[in-house]
Each structure stands twice: as C-alpha cells, then as structure tokens.
C-alpha cells in the first residue's frame, strides 16, 4: 500500500521576472519537512512549478499525494486538462503559442505518472497556515540570497 502524503507548495518572486523563491511543505502522519530554494533570474510561474515539482522529487518512493496550491497556473494545467492538450498539441496552447515552462511541466509529467497526485487549489494570502508557512519559506529563501 503506498504512503500517503500530503504536499503544500508557493512560489514567490520579487519583480517579475526577478529574483525567486519557493517552498515546500510535506507531511506524512506527525512529520513535517520543509524546503525551498532560490533563483536569481526567474518568474512566479516557474516558481510556482518548482515548488511542485521539488515537494514531489523529495519523495523517496512511489505515494498517493495531495498536492494543494494556490497557483491557477499550476492547478488548472492538470484538473482541467490544459497539460494533456499540451502534449497532445505539440506544446501548442489553444492560442496556437508555445507553452512556456515545458521543462518544468515536463518534469511534472514525470513525476504524476510516478505518484499519484490529486492537485488542491487554495486561496492565497489567506487563512490557510500550510499555504502561509510556504509563502513564508519562498519569501525567505529570496531574502537569504540578496
């Protein structure tokens, strides 16, 4: 039976393009883990992304994951079909544009057929301590680094 874990994640960025932070919030049953990182060139989206992807890339084995974020972007893509188009459309949007990020979305691709990932959007800013706590974590990695 696979382990299942729950995943909060946030991107920050200052500017945008600008400087970038992300974090990571894992539990599973009374652990905790935090991560984050920091880019020095980089968007909100690709932030947002990130934080995803590295919360699911610290998992050490195959697991039954919700992942909740308050990225649209991120959410939206994969409850609503946008990333199955994608692919399907030669990384072509409806729009007929290039997707953006696809290294990042392809390493997402990766890691959902690895685990298997339920995507939760939350309000962001708001009374959500978990969402807050990785806001936190992506603000602090981007001031660690100025």
């Known amino acids: 039976m696979k382990k299942r874990v729950t ?5 920050a960025c200052s ?7 992300w974090g990571a ?7 905790n883990r935090e991560l984050s990182g920091y880019e020095p060139a980089t968007t909100n989206n690709r932030m ?10 610290a998992l ?9 974020s308050d ?6 893509a994969l409850n609503q079909g946008w990333l199955k188009r994608w692919t ?8 007929k544009k290039s997707v953006e990020n696809i290294d990042l979305w392809k390493k997402i691709l990766k890691l ?3 685990h298997q990932v339920t995507f939760h959007k939350v309000k962001g800013h708001s009374d959500n301590p978990f969402n807050n706590r990785c806001d936190e974590l992506a603000r602090q990695a981007i001031k660690n680094n100025s």
């Open 112 to 114: 959902v057929t690895l």
């Open 71 to 76: 990225s649209a972007y991120l959410v939206n």
């Open 7 to 11: 995943i909060y994640t946030d991107g």
């Open 25 to 31: 919030l894992m539990m599973y049953g009374t652990v």
């Open 88 to 95: 399907t459309n030669n990384w072509t949007t409806s729009a």
């Open 48 to 57: 947002e992304l990130t934080a995803a992807i590295e919360g699911l890339d």
């Open 15 to 21: 500017g945008n393009p600008g400087r970038g932070g």
């Open 60 to 68: 050490k084995e195959p697991c039954v994951v919700d992942l909740y």
